[in-house]
C-alpha cells in the first residue's frame, strides 16, 4: 500500500529542525488540520498534559514528544544529560544555522553560543563545521559532558521537572488530561 498515513506537524518550539518561518505550534497545527485530510501527530513544545489537551483542541490526533522522552529512566543518554534538561528553562536553547537558512534549535551550552557568536560575524558552515561535527554531539550523550557539542533539545524543556520512566510519564498525562477535560474544560459548558 502506498501513501502516508499521518504527517507530524513541528512548530517553532521544536527541537531539532524548527523550519525558516518561525511558526508557533498555536498557529501552525490549525492551519495545518485546516488543510490535511489524514491524521496529524502535534510536535513541538510538548511534555505534559496541558500540551496534550491544547493540541487535541487544535486539530491533532495526538502528541510526538522527543525532549521530553530524552528525559526518562528509558532514554540512553548520559544522566547529566537528563539532570541539565530539568535545570534549563525554556529560554535555554539557541537557534543555529539561521544565517544559513538551516536552522537548528538547541541546548543553549558554550558550543552552540560560539556557534551564534560566529554567525554573528559572517562565517560560512565551514567556519563552524567542527564545531558541530555529530561525533561531538555523541559524545555529549555519552559521557555526559553537556558543552563538547551541540545536541538538540527543545523549549519545553522549561516544563520538565523530573525523569520518570516512560510508563511513569504516559500514565500521568493520560490522567492529567482526563482530569482537564472532564474538569477544567467542562466547567465553561453549560
Not at 534549563?88 to 560560539?114: C, G, K, Y
Not at 516544563?159 to 488530561?177: G, K, M, N, Q, Y
Request: aromatic share 4%; glycine share 10%; net charge negative.
Amino acid at each position: 500500500r502506498m501513501g502516508v498515513d499521518a504527517i507530524s506537524i513541528d512548530g517553532f518550539e521544536c527541537a531539532g529542525h524548527p523550519g525558516e518561518d518561525d511558526v508557533p505550534g498555536l498557529i501552525l497545527i490549525p492551519a495545518a488540520a485546516d488543510k490535511v485530510k489524514i491524521p496529524m501527530i502535534a510536535s513541538g513544545g510538548f511534555g505534559d498534559a496541558r500540551g496534550l489537551v491544547a493540541a487535541l483542541a487544535l486539530g491533532a490526533e495526538g502528541i510526538n514528544m522527543g525532549t521530553r522522552f530524552m528525559c526518562t529512566k528509558e532514554s540512553p543518554i548520559h544522566e547529566n544529560v537528563k539532570r541539565q534538561i530539568v535545570e534549563n528553562d525554556e529560554r535555554a536553547t539557541d537557534l543555529i544555522f539561521r544565517t544559513m537558512h538551516n536552522t537548528s534549535r538547541v541546548a543553549r551550552n558554550d558550543i552552540s553560543r560560539q556557534v551564534v557568536e560566529l554567525e554573528r560575524s559572517g562565517a560560512k558552515f565551514e567556519d563552524v563545521r567542527e564545531l558541530v561535527a555529530g561525533t561531538r554531539g555523541r559524545v555529549v550523550y555519552e559521557t555526559g559532558d553537556p558543552d563538547h557539542g551541540i545536541w538538540s533539545a527543545g523549549q519545553v524543556q522549561g516544563l520538565i521537572h523530573d525523569i520518570p520512566s516512560c510508563a511513569e510519564l504516559i500514565s500521568r498525562i493520560v490522567t492529567e488530561a482526563e482530569a482537564i477535560i472532564k474538569g477544567r474544560l467542562a466547567r465553561f459548558v453549560v
